[in-house]
């Protein structure tokens, strides 16, 4: 029997996967479908070329036909074709219950008032109504059978673009990667270029110190050797060859209590500190390298909108240390009609960074002034802050030239870049100020506060 139609097999045709239906079922099926099309017993992959006619069981199918019809059948055969209750053959269909019935029961109580068709009628009315029911589980089925091929392409594709994500990844986190180990090795380069450089200096002060001392050494001993001798004539003779000349460059006072002045050796002498900076790196290196590598990002994302193009950074790290007086940096706020005294800002003990767009401006100057004074009473800061020992520190252009300002002083700063933005950093402790170009975190100048 043909699994679509459920009768024996009209011209039966096979498909590749050896299912065999009537030509009739399956073109209709064809016609029904459209896109790929599946066996409707095993969902197989066919098309319309793929059918072939079944000469063998067509055969047998037209022999069986052509036997004569027996009436006898087999015990179940026949209790399945009589009514159980009154033993007739059953020849109508009951509509309204659904069954088969015999000719008494049409007349019972039970099927009272239903409706009722010949068994031949009732078969191809029904027959029709399990057709569609299969098409609209065919057609059911066809959408499954899609959607479970579309599922499978969708954890294909996410699998893919997780592997894709992942890549991008290691590139991203490698740049990154790169970005850090570059800084860290440029940063040591520094620090050990600025100490070596720093060292030089204080191993020369301290050679040219060693130096003084043997001197000065070797002119205790001649003194003190003088003083050991007790004749007249042998200690002036040693006056004469030696004591005259070493004490001749000694000025004496004309009082009769003796005092060498300020002997002429130790002038412009001094111990050189370790005055080198690497400015805002030394104030916190995590988040000054941070705001670097964020520069880069924002270079991989010109073309976007999701990160700030004018960022800007201020970081304070104060510390409360006791001490004498207060290291006082004033830091301005600049507007068109210049600088308010309700704007001034006063920086004391710790470290600051923060920047300062320039690059709207033509010509700019700008800087804070710098005072160590221990605390006055009745004295406003703002007062104190214009008083004449106040120094003036800034950064300013003129003539497309780069000038460190200090109380008048200007020093060119060998530049070939105007910034458009400048970095300030203050270490009060150390009573320093350095100025950055925050495009690229290079430093410009520095300033020791209170050096001559």
């Not at 033993?87 to 309204?96: H, S, V």
């Not at 191809?124 to 569609?132: C, G, L, M, Q």
């Not at 207060?326 to 704007?343: A, I, P």
Request: proline fraction near 4%.
């Amino acid at each position: 029997m043909c699994p679509v139609c459920l009768s024996d097999f009209n011209d039966p045709v096979s498909l590749p996967c050896e299912h065999v239906f009537c030509r009739q079922c399956i073109t209709s099926y064809l016609e029904s479908h459209e896109g790929a099309h599946r066996c409707p017993e095993c969902r197989q992959n066919f098309t319309k070329q793929d059918l072939k006619g079944n000469r063998v069981l067509r055969n047998v199918v037209d022999i069986l036909q052509k036997q004569p019809k027996t009436n006898q059948q087999t015990p179940r055969n026949a209790q399945e074709m009589l009514c159980a209750e009154h033993m007739e053959p059953l020849k109508l269909f009951c509509e309204d219950d659904q069954r088969l019935v015999c000719l008494i029961c049409k007349e019972g109580a039970k099927h009272g008032g239903h409706s009722f068709k010949p068994v031949k009628e009732a078969m191809e009315i029904t027959e029709k109504v399990v057709r569609e029911a299969l098409r609209y589980i065919l057609h059911d089925n066809k959408q499954m059978g899609d959607m479970i091929l579309n599922q499978m392409l969708e954890i294909t594709k996410s699998k893919e673009r997780a592997k894709h994500l992942e890549e991008n990844m290691h590139v991203q986190f490698n740049k990154m990667h790169d970005f850090l180990r570059k800084k860290e090795e440029e940063m040591i380069r520094q620090l050990q270029r600025q100490a070596s450089s720093a060292e030089v200096s204080m191993k020369q002060n301290a050679t040219f110190l060693s130096r003084l001392q043997l001197n000065g050494n070797n002119q205790e001993n001649i003194l003190e050797s003088g003083l050991q001798i007790t004749q007249p004539e042998s200690f002036l003779e040693w006056w004469s060859e030696k004591g005259f000349t070493l004490v001749d460059k000694i000025t004496l006072s004309e009082n009769e209590d003796i005092k060498p002045a300020l002997p002429t050796k130790l002038d412009g002498t001094r111990v050189i500190s370790d005055h080198f900076t690497l400015g805002p790196y030394e104030m916190d290196l995590p988040l000054i390298v941070w705001r670097d590598m964020l520069g880069t990002v924002k270079q991989d994302l010109s073309d976007t909108s999701t990160i700030d193009k004018d960022l800007k950074l201020t970081i304070k790290k104060e510390r409360h240390l006791q001490s004498q007086g207060e290291d006082y940096f004033v830091k301005f706020q600049k507007f068109h009609n210049g600088y308010k005294d309700s704007y001034v800002e006063n920086i004391q003990l710790g470290q600051v960074y923060w920047e300062v767009d320039v690059g709207a401006e033509p010509g700019w100057e700008h800087g804070l002034k710098v005072k160590y004074y221990p605390k006055e009473k009745n004295r406003s800061v703002w007062q104190t802050l214009f008083s004449k020992y106040f120094e003036n520190i800034s950064l300013s252009v003129k003539n497309d030239r780069l000038y460190a300002i200090r109380e008048g002083e200007e020093t060119p700063i060998a530049t070939q870049i105007i910034p458009s933005r400048v970095g300030v950093y203050v270490n009060s402790e150390k009573r320093q100020v350095v100025f950055c170009n925050a495009d690229n975190m290079s430093l410009l100048h520095t300033v020791w506060c209170g050096d001559k």
